[in-house]
């Protein structure tokens, strides 16, 4: 064991989730964007939005998000139209198409998440508030989003979880994230499990202090729900 | 029981057999020009011919074992090969791990850029290099003012490089010269700036890797690499594939 070389390289380990933590971050913020009023489309069923919006959720969801990750990176700039376009500088960038992947990619599943959890807000809610003579757009602002954001709660936790395992894939594109770390200590001194397991650590503490802000948070929004005793 | 007995002692038999060898030697075979594999299996190329020449000169029989670059230096630490011929830098990170003989021959590292590119317009520049090898060190340590781009391939930075993502790479001078700009994709490309070979940094040449406390072994191949240099064997071998001396100052 030779950890004596993980302590040498911790900056670059430091650095690295640095950079796991704010493209997580980053894409789960505007993936949310997306997703609100997409997810409200979807729950409407409004005619043409609608199923424009199921393509887009069947497309990301229905493919690997390295795949997703490999046609925006060398897949668009394979054509010559798209390396002379006004899109290129951002594109040229490893980190803007890692981030533009990952925010479509968690857009698209927190699309049917929020679509869930609007669906399932209970109608009595909405009655409530409407006999209390709250317009249409207050019942929305008011009472059915928040009820349903608090609703989604439980499974948006998980869409975090699987957001930030998702984003290893960056490393294969040259950005120095967390595994990039471990994957350049394999590579310079061919040692695979302390790198590795370094990682790994990393990883689950950041896992851990999301899955106990989650479980604040619905402590805090969902003490209605409990069952108490 | 018996039965068990004898089907061991033939089994024991057998595997004695396949390593009869003296001395098992890891090589890679994905290196062009260096090692690289023949359709039929048979791994071909400098560092193989080289391999056998130090067989020959220790009066050892030899066993080369194909073995993945990532694979190689754990293969020689469990035991899976007694010798790395793989191209192999000498480098002082390496050595925490391994002990390497003298050089065989040492290549200089270069850069390659759109033609026309100079080496005093590189700061600011993207700059292309594999993950963790002695050019990643040597970028990091000598050109601090360049962006480094980090790849786990060579192949992937040649994709950018035409792409337009990296301006430049920085890598061993005969891999690109084979691997890229004879290619199709590699032209209008060229070397530029200097060729490096900074000891600090590139270590002092290919060697051949050992464990750690086999000097015996490590001075034998020393000795033999020596030795093949003065019989006139070396010189022949670098013949076949290069059009100067590779073994270098």
């Not at chain 1, 997810?39 to 424009?52: K, Y």
């Not at chain 1, 954001?149 to 994230?177: C, K, W």
């Not at chain 2, 026309?116 to 594999?130: A, I, N, T, Y």
């Amino acid at each position: 064991m030779r950890f004596d070389l993980v302590a040498d390289n911790w900056v670059m380990f430091a650095e690295g989730a640095w950079m796991t933590v704010q493209l997580t971050a980053l894409s789960l913020l505007i993936g949310f964007c997306i997703a609100l009023p997409a997810g409200l489309i979807r729950a409407r069923r409004i005619r043409i939005l609608s199923p424009l919006i199921n393509i887009y959720v069947y497309a990301f969801r229905g493919t690997p998000l390295l795949v997703q990750l490999f046609l925006v990176y060398y897949g668009l700039s394979q054509f010559e139209a798209v390396r002379d376009s006004f899109a290129w500088p951002v594109l040229r960038e490893a980190y803007w198409c890692a981030l533009i992947t990952f925010s479509l990619n968690s857009g698209a599943y927190a699309t049917e998440i929020i679509r869930g959890a609007i669906e399932t807000v209970p109608k009595g809610e909405l009655e409530a508030a409407k006999s209390l003579g709250l317009s249409p757009r207050k019942v929305d602002f008011l009472v059915l989003i928040p009820s349903a954001l608090r609703r989604a709660l439980p499974q948006y936790g998980n869409e975090v979880v699987f957001m930030l395992h998702g984003s290893v894939v960056a490393s294969v594109i040259t950005i120095q994230d967390i595994l990039g770390a471990g994957r350049t200590l394999n590579a310079r001194y061919y040692i695979a499990y302390e790198g590795f397991l370094t990682a790994a650590a990393l990883y689950m503490s950041i896992t851990f202090v999301l899955v106990f802000a989650f479980r604040m948070l619905e402590r805090r929004y969902l003490r209605h729900l409990r069952v108490s005793h | 029981m018996k039965k068990f007995v004898i089907a061991a002692t033939v089994a024991a038999t057998l595997v004695s057999a396949a390593n009869a060898a003296d001395i098992n030697i890891c090589v890679e075979g994905a290196y062009p020009p260096f090692s690289s594999t023949e359709p039929s299996g048979e791994v071909v190329g400098f560092d193989i011919d080289i391999a056998n020449a130090l067989c020959a000169e220790m009066g050892q029989s030899c066993e080369l074992v194909k073995t993945d670059w990532d694979g190689i230096i754990p293969a020689l630490l469990e035991g899976k090969c007694d010798a790395i011929i793989a191209s192999m830098s000498i480098t002082p990170d390496r050595m925490q791990i391994i002990d390497f003989s003298t050089k065989y021959y040492n290549s200089p590292a270069g850069f390659i850029g759109a033609e026309g590119m100079m080496e005093s317009g590189l700061d600011g520049q993207r700059v292309g290099v594999q993950r963790g090898t002695i050019h990643h060190s040597f970028m990091e340590g000598v050109f601090p003012n360049v962006e480094l781009v980090l790849y786990g391939s060579q192949d992937e930075i040649y994709l950018d490089l035409v792409a337009g993502r990296v301006d430049a790479i920085m890598a061993d001078s005969i891999a690109m010269q084979e691997g890229f700009l004879d290619t199709d994709s590699g032209a209008g490309y060229a070397f530029f700036g200097e060729s490096y070979s900074v000891p600090e940094y590139h270590g002092d040449g290919a060697g051949v890797g050992v464990r750690q406390g086999e000097e015996e072994l490590r001075d034998a191949f020393s000795a033999a690499i020596t030795a093949i240099r003065e019989s006139g064997e070396y010189s022949m071998i670098n013949a076949e594939y290069f059009d100067f001396d590779i073994f270098g100052g």
